[in-house]
Antibody, heavy 118, light 110 residues
């Protein structure tokens, strides 16, 4: 059973960079034809796909966030990461990592709340 | 404003059947691109409920079913149970945005 766990600071100051890591267990991040995605959800609102990364390092980002997003993968540690720069209060949300199988998301982490505030 | 449109809320009594609609456009649901559905119980992460328009992952009861016609999709839940009370999201890929997109979510009250 694949499990994903997000980790990172719960509070980030405006204009700084939000950095999160997703550790994958129960399966290799390099195994199969899966991509690995980040998705966020502001309180009381819907879901927004941020971007995805393959084990090779190939990425796809949501055009609405592309200028501020960078994702990386560390296959030796079985984890992938998200950096979101120049954050504002609008970036306050629960951030989920998820496994991207074909065109859907079959395994999700429990989510981590990131608040942008001074 | 979500690319995929869902009703904000639906409700039904225990044992009844409800449907949740998801309306898209020619750049997503209408271009032979699959629709998927997620259930999000309060305070938890979304859980895959239906993939590929109508397929259920292992462990999902057959009370949940999905369908698609044209630029719209539907999730049907029969034999409503109290534990079905949750938010439900549809999801697809948009070829114009080149991004995976979600509906705004529908809150089901049982």
């Amino acid at each position: 059973q694949v499990q994903l766990q997000e980790s990172g600071p719960g509070l980030v100051k405006p204009s700084q960079t939000l950095s999160l890591t997703c550790t994958v267990s129960g399966g290799s991040i390099s195994g199969g034809t899966y991509y690995w995605s980040w998705i966020r959800q502001p309180a009381g609102k819907g879901l927004e796909w941020i971007g995805r990364i393959y084990s090779s390092g190939s990425t796809n980002y949501n055009p609405s966030l592309k200028s501020r997003v960078a994702m990386s993968v560390d296959t030796s540690k079985n984890l992938f990461s998200l950096n979101l720069s120049s954050v504002t209060a609008a970036d306050t949300a629960v951030y989920y990592c998820a496994r991207n199988k074909a065109n859907y998301f079959d395994y999700w982490g429990q989510g981590t709340l990131v608040t942008v505030s001074s | 404003q979500s690319v995929l449109t869902q009703p904000p809320s639906v409700s039904g009594a225990p044992g009844q059947r409800v449907t949740i609609s998801c309306t898209g456009s020619s750049s997503n649901i209408g271009t032979f691109i699959d629709v998927h559905w997620y259930q999000q119980l309060p305070g938890t992460a979304p859980k895959l409920l239906i993939f590929g328009d109508r397929h259920r992952p292992s462990g999902v009861p057959d009370r949940f079913s999905g369908s698609k016609s044209g630029t719209s999709a539907s999730l049907a839940i029969s034999g409503l149970q109290a534990e079905d009370e949750a938010d439900y999201y549809c999801q697809s890929f948009d070829t114009s945005l080149n991004a995976w997109v979600f509906g705004g979510g529908t809150k089901l009250t049982v």
